[in-house]
């Protein structure tokens, strides 16, 4: 079965998400349309990347994720059709997809299937949905662009590493209010190379252990540990961190390793 998942700011008080929902099925009735999240904050790509880095390979190749932040038509805003480890991806070139990506792509397209001015105020309802319903139904990427080397690049603030600390920051806080910083495993145990460490963050709060699970600790105390996303997170077993700690996004956060 044919999959579309979607990554978008449209929120779900308008009809915008309708629209972009009923275009693809009006072009695909039978594709499987999944929603990734429509609760991204206006034009934040930084968000949307690291949910979309996260979650993409559970779902089977030749998926195809659609990636509507920062769509608005202008001349020279470019739109893309790449592929990646078998998967495809849809979006805007605006740096979402080096956020996203960890090598370079398979191929890459830049979309000339524009073929009307109508609908250039909401381009996820035409050129997107056009894209996505032909890759999702097997066509061939090189059918709806021109081929190009080309994707902006941004970066992430990355953590400073220096022989004995790590100073990273809080990149994303979940539905739970865990707190994930931008220090991976792998940054993390390279640095460490088996020495004791200390956490420290906001209002001088510590934490020198790392656990497997939340349920470690008693209920109500922080602990660190690596989730999903492979990155350190902060958290309180069966609490918000976020809140009860006073962490937000860019929040600075110190390892020593000692």
């Known amino acids: 079965m044919a999959i579309i ?5 449209l ?3 308008d009809f915008y998400q ?3 929902k009923g275009s693809i099925l009006s072009a695909l009735p039978t594709v499987n349309i999944i929603d990734i999240t429509h609760e991204i904050d206006a034009f934040n790509i930084a968000k949307a990347a690291f949910l979309l880095k996260n ?6 190749k030749n998926t195809v994720h659609l990636i509507g932040i920062d769509t608005v038509y202008s001349s020279s805003n470019k739109y893309l059709a790449i592929k990646y480890r078998d998967h495809f991806f849809v979006g805007s070139d605006n740096g979402i997809f080096s956020l996203i990506f960890e090598e370079a792509p398979q191929e890459v397209v830049e979309l000339n299937i524009l073929q009307s001015l109508k609908f250039l105020h909401f381009p996820l ?3 997107f949905v ?3 319903c032909h890759l999702a139904s097997g066509g061939a990427l090189q059918e709806i662009g021109e081929r190009t080397f080309e994707i902006q690049e941004k970066i992430y603030f990355r953590p400073v590493i220096e022989q004995n600390t790590i100073k990273g920051s809080v990149i994303f806080i979940d539905s739970f209010e865990n707190v994930i910083t931008n220090i991976t495993k792998d940054l993390f145990t390279k640095v460490q190379a088996g020495r004791k460490f200390e956490l ?3 209002r001088g709060e510590t934490i020198n252990q790392l656990s497997w699970h939340y349920d470690e600790v008693p209920e109500g105390e922080k602990l660190c540990l690596f989730g999903i996303s492979d990155h350190l997170e902060i958290a309180i077993n069966k609490g918000k961190a976020g809140k009860l700690l006073g962490l937000k996004a860019n929040d600075m956060v110190l390892i020593e390793f000692k």
């Open 5 to 9: 998942t979607l990554t978008t700011d």
């Open 55 to 60: 979650c993409y390979h559970y779902f089977p």
């Open 200 to 202: 420290h963050f906001k």
């Open 11 to 13: 929120g779900y008080k």
């Open 125 to 127: 309802a035409d050129i």
């Open 130 to 132: 056009k894209a996505a």
């Open 18 to 20: 309708a629209a972009l």
